[in-house]
């Protein structure tokens, strides 16, 4: 006879905790809550921080919070997954780096084309204008083909081949040589955890097409489309009738349209009245469902309107940066934070068309298989590549999750608020690039 143990969500998450969570020697070090502010939602919003892999990488040790972990929710259990599932996101990134499973050769992009080797096109590498190289205190190099950097070799999902990206795109963990240039990091855009690698692949997937669809339409000329609520919507009302504030604006949604990949990609702008930090907030959400989408984009609007607030306090306090420099994914938050900040929010979010719930396309329920094949056939319709790299580490693997990290040079990942890829030759497909007005996401 075989016996099946079934736990509930919160006896599940606490275990997982349990196992994670130590000062000394647990992944996640330490694990907070924020308080709920008078008239804010009733969601629990938590924090964490990760173990010191700046220690292996011989790095000076971060600031706290600055991995940017937390998660967000209506229940508790909701708010201690997230947390612990980003924190394992972020580790993995460091961790993959470390552990020796990728091989990263240094040498030049002209020694390896030179040799026959399968390499990225140049227009890859041509992602900042002269003006913004020249700007004083702009951190990244131009690309030389005949510099040395860290490459490593990769599978495409598209069409199956390997090809040589540079490592310090494609690894978050991946710490550059003393005489390589600094062209663009890496960051955390295209990597999830799930608990199985079909899971973990489709949320990566949706998070590339997320990012994309959210840079196009800051900087470039796309409209959004305004969600008008309807029976489709129902239940997200419900949450917003019950766990809102009836006295502040209601949560307004936005559709994001990408022009060639699926899913739906929702920002929703979370209000507040006149005279309150933030004025606005804004969250991203993405997936098949339109419902869930919009629920993730409401959970981290209000994670974010937390956010803004303990920054703005921060900055009255430091100073604030000045907005061509401001080069981490905080100082924008803080920025939007300000009445001047939320107008130009305003002036953005202004430019859409409006259409019922139901009049969007249908949500896409079939199995996740399904749904990956999906993604991956529209990047690789729309003559995109998609790498990718399977994050999972041993620790991560105890713990019953697994880590995929996929990136496609053809889209645009998340960039620093300053140093927006304002050459990149995806923006032509979103009307073209407009200005380099920092954008709001954290």
């Not at 305003?346 to 259409?355: G, I, L, N, P, S």
């Not at 990290?405 to 889209?411: F, G, I, K, L, Y």
Request: glycine share 8%; with cysteine; aromatic share 10%.
């Amino acid at each position: 006879m075989r016996l099946t143990l079934h736990q509930d969500e919160d006896t599940r998450v606490h275990r997982l905790r349990a196992r994670m969570h130590g000062p000394l020697c647990g992944i996640t070090t330490s694990m907070g809550f924020l308080t709920r502010y008078p008239g804010g939602p009733r969601l629990l919003v938590g924090t964490a921080d990760m173990t010191g892999v700046h220690v292996r990488q011989d790095q000076p040790p971060p600031k706290a919070g600055s991995y940017h972990i937390g998660g967000y929710g209506i229940f508790p259990f909701e708010s201690h997954i997230r947390s612990l599932a980003e924190t394992l996101e972020r580790y993995s990134g460091y961790a993959a780096a470390l552990d020796g499973r990728f091989e990263i050769h240094h040498l030049s992009y002209a020694e390896l084309a030179a040799r026959g080797e399968p390499v990225l096109p140049r227009s890859a590498f041509r992602l900042f204008t002269d003006e913004q190289y020249a700007r004083e205190g702009f951190p990244f190099d131009p690309f030389d083909a005949d510099a040395p950097s860290g490459w490593l070799r990769v599978g495409s999902l598209t069409d199956g081949s390997r090809c040589w990206v540079p490592a310090q795109r494609f690894l978050l963990g991946y710490v550059r040589e003393r005489d390589e240039p600094w062209t663009l990091p890496a960051v955390t855009t295209g990597t999830a955890t799930h608990t199985t690698p079909q899971a973990a692949l489709r949320a990566a997937l949706e998070e590339v097409v997320q990012v994309d669809a959210a840079m196009g339409h800051w900087y470039g000329r796309t409209e959004s489309v305004l969600i008008r609520p309807d029976a489709r919507t129902r239940h997200l009302d419900a949450i917003v009738d019950t766990y809102f504030p009836a006295s502040a604006p209601r949560p307004e949604f936005h559709a994001l349209p990408s022009p060639d990949l699926p899913g739906f990609t929702i920002a929703c702008l979370l209000r507040q009245p006149p005279g309150l930090v933030p004025e606005v907030a804004i969250g991203l959400g993405s997936g098949a469902s339109l419902a869930r989408a919009m629920y993730r984009a409401l959970l981290e609007a209000a994670g974010v309107q937390w956010l803004a607030a303990w920054v703005a306090v921060e900055q009255a306090v430091q100073g604030t940066p000045a907005d061509e420099d401001i080069y981490d994914l905080e100082g924008n938050v803080g920025l939007y934070a300000t009445s001047q900040g939320a107008r130009t929010v305003e002036r953005r979010f202004a430019r859409h068309t409006e259409r019922a719930a139901s009049e969007l396309p249908p949500d896409d329920d079939r199995p996740v298989k399904e749904a990956v094949r999906t993604l991956v056939d529209a990047f690789a319709h729309s003559g995109k590549q998609l790498y990718f790299g399977d994050l999972t580490t041993r620790d991560l693997r105890a713990l019953g999750f697994h880590a995929m990290r996929v990136w496609s040079p053809e889209t645009v990942s998340l960039p620093l608020p300053s140093a927006v890829p304002a050459a990149h030759p995806r923006f032509a497909d979103y009307g073209g690039f407009t200005d380099d007005v920092p954008h709001p996401y954290p």
